[in-house]
């Protein structure tokens, strides 16, 4: 190989040593790769956070909802009749404001504990919840509980020859972003009250004083 080849392979090398280290120095574009691998995360947190923390709210809603749906029913006097349940949902049913109250549904039942400490239902009655006008309404439909139906009541709840009056609520929550959750999720909560003035709330009203607070056989 003759001199100049060698010089010349030697300055191609050396050209080519120069450009990695200048390749290895430059730091142009570091802080786009650096942005576009942390904004994904960033975005997960940020999201999840708004999300999750609608989600925790939500769920407080649904329990004071439970809780006002009970509360209510249990402080009648001795009976309540289709419209006054109709307020019970709706009144309970504000408690969700501002969230949508399109997928909120209730049902309130009332319980009665035998001698023997079986919880069976005495009457129930569900709804669905909505805003109608800028008002929540409750619109009422066919309960899954039917009289005389065996259920579980916490056992502290078990005293014999008692009524209770058993709330249960259901919300479907839609994400607000959709980033994080999905799809919707199902949130429940229920609630157990004592009726307030009297032994038992009749549902409907009895037609005779007679009939009030007879227990399902």
């Given at each position: ?12 090398m ?10 290895v120095?430059?730091?142009?574009g ?25 989600l ?5 809603k649904?329990?004071?909802?439970a ?8 402080q ?12 019970v ?13 399109t997928?909120?549904?209730a049902?309130?039942?009332?319980v ?10 005495q009457?129930?009655?569900s ?26 009541v ?11 009056i058993?709330s ?10 959709g980033?994080v ?36 056989s």
């Amino acid at each position: 190989m003759s001199k100049s080849m060698k010089m010349i392979s030697l300055s191609s090398m050396w050209h080519v040593r120069r450009q990695i280290g200048n390749l290895v120095r430059d730091c142009r574009g570091v802080a786009a790769i650096e942005f576009a691998l942390v904004v994904p995360i960033m975005l997960v947190l940020f999201f999840g956070t708004v999300e999750v923390g609608s989600l925790v709210a939500i769920q407080r809603k649904l329990a004071l909802v439970a809780r006002g749906a009970s509360d209510l029913t249990s402080q009648s006097l001795d009976s309540v009749n289709t419209a006054a349940m109709q307020n019970v949902f709706a009144a309970s049913g504000a408690i969700m404001l501002p969230y949508s109250l399109t997928p909120l549904t209730a049902t309130v039942s009332e319980v009665f504990i035998d001698k023997n400490g079986i919880a069976k239902i005495q009457w129930s009655q569900s709804a669905t919840v909505a805003l109608v006008g800028g008002f929540p309404e409750a619109a009422l439909k066919q309960s899954p509980r039917k009289p005389k139906d065996t259920v579980t009541v916490p056992g502290g709840l078990l005293i014999p020859n008692t009524w209770l009056i058993w709330s249960e609520v259901s919300y479907d929550y839609t994400p607000i972003v959709g980033y994080v959750l999905k799809t919707k999720v199902t949130r429940k909560d229920e609630s157990y009250t004592r009726p307030r003035q009297s032994l038992c709330v009749d549902y409907p009203p009895p037609t005779q004083l007679s009939n009030s607070c007879t227990p399902v056989s």
